[in-house]
RNA sequence: AGCGCGUUGGUCUAACGGUAGGGCACCGGUCUCUCAAAUCGGUGGCACGGGUUCGACUCCCGUACGCGCUACCA
């Protein structure tokens, strides 16, 4: 049943020792599953884990919880990786570094079955043979006759089975499951501190849960109850972080910590990250929301600071009122936590990205772009690459020497969007038809247009360069402002403004723009009759 | 169904049992060649019902609603 070299726990405790830290330290994790993408509710639990245990002098730790081998996709396990390491919160211990491991729960199959060995020992777990469908059958007796279901008392068959019906299930080969006997009655309480909740009882728990999944399976894996109370022990884990939904399972891990005899760790459950629905509010669902996963921000470029602030500002609403980068360096507290699921909001999350990236410099923004190119839009970064300097030129507008620089980059893929217009070989040149420019007859932005390039100037002053379009624009009829234009709308063709929209959109192609004046100066005299000749035909 | 967790404007959050305040969003003004920004102002809230109290967002009980758990998923 058991392979004749498994340790005994004696060894196990001896090779996992208490650690060496000082007072107060405390020592975290994250156990991610690699059943799917890591979800944006794992990187919050991740970040306050490591936080917490950097703070108290402790170790956070990173292990991958893959007890679950039919559901498990492949290359997870990389992408968790590459998500931590966008984020900057790599784990102090992980899969091939640190003393606890090994930290993947697939290779530590002996160290579960040690523990699971010592409780059949000492009659605190049975093996179980029941099928799947006989408890099925259980369930559905339960269910007609309004029991509570579940694997318990007189429905646990093979609790007290005869050694004999055992013996006779091995030798015929039955596969098995491991159960733990559990101590709970059927009407007990449990009642615990939770680090952020305080006193919270609960309904105590009387199933005989799985603890080692069936006998069939080609590694004997443990089920997540048992895994948590093995692996936190003996990774010397003594503030357990994780989502509320495990609330009702910690009468389940107390009493699992008690057959063990491990001492119990503090736990500190945190309320769940939400969506906003029409109507109410639900849990992001990794299938369903796009923004549920952490690819989502990634590919989306969002700074990694900028999100780490947001997910800072929900855990501890303290934080969202400091300035970014005095809040990434406070702690986050316990005891400040809220105990409402709170609502993940990307108008709220494009808000402080924009800000933030409205506090670093050109060269800054474009190395970042840079970066997020090479992997998300691999034809914009030959051209970045080409013009380094009318890149950083083109940052630089209404950016330097400013006293509210321009916040129009949420994240990195905006970079296309907003500065794409200044690079030739990302610019559709405008003709006077073009449907952007609004409610003047072509013909007369044709000679518009024209006028402007036999007479440009491509001048560095904003006023005196400016000064060309107003001259231009009263010569061929518009209105020196728009109150005049609106006050007499037949007698012009339209007003400063309209005519401003012809040069800006010749420019830029878009009818929202920058100052135009700094966009021409950027350009360079050259692109600017290119562009504007474009319009004139 | 049972058990648990929760509920302050749209959203994130403050407020010894004593005038419900701020951020984002939204709306409007200013600025202006557009947009963004900036700045000024505005709309909007204690889920409901009882109880305790001189006084309840706050304490207690109930109801409703939301979320979760009741797996060889985590």
Partial sequence: MFPADLPEPAELEQRYPERQLPAGALVTRIGPSPTGWLHIGALYVAMINRDIAHRTGGRYLLRIEDTDQARELAGAVDQFQRAFDYFGLPADEFDGVGDYGPYKQSEREAIYLTYARELLREGKAYLCFATEDELADIRRRQDASKIPPGYYGGWAIWRDRDDADVQAKLDEGAPYVIRFRSPGEVNGRAVFTDAIRGRLEHEDNRNDVVIVKSSANAVRLPTYHFAHAVDDHLMRVNLVIRAEEWISSVPTHLQLFAALGFEQPTYAHIAPLMKQISGGKRKLSKRKDPEASVDFYVAEGYPAAAMLYYLRGLANGRLAELPLAEALEAPIELAEFGVAGPLVDLVKLDDISADHIATLSGPEILAAVRVWAADHDADLVPVIDANPELALAALAVEREGVENPRKDLRKWSDFRTAY??????????????????????????????????????????????????????????????????????????GSIREASQIIRVALTGSTRSPDLFAVARTLGADEVLRRVGAVAG
């Fill in 420 to 493: 794409g217009f200044f690079f030739p070989e990302l610019f559709t040149l405008v003709t006077a038809d073009d449907e952007r420019i609004q409610g003047v007859d072509p013909a007369l932005i044709r000679a518009f247009a024209a006028d402007f390039v036999a007479g440009y100037q491509h001048l560095d002053d904003g006023q005196e360069w400016f000064g060309q379009i107003r001259d231009l624009a009263t010569k061929h009829g518009f209105a020196p402002n728009a109150k005049e234009y609106k006050k007499n709308p037949d007698a012009y063709p």
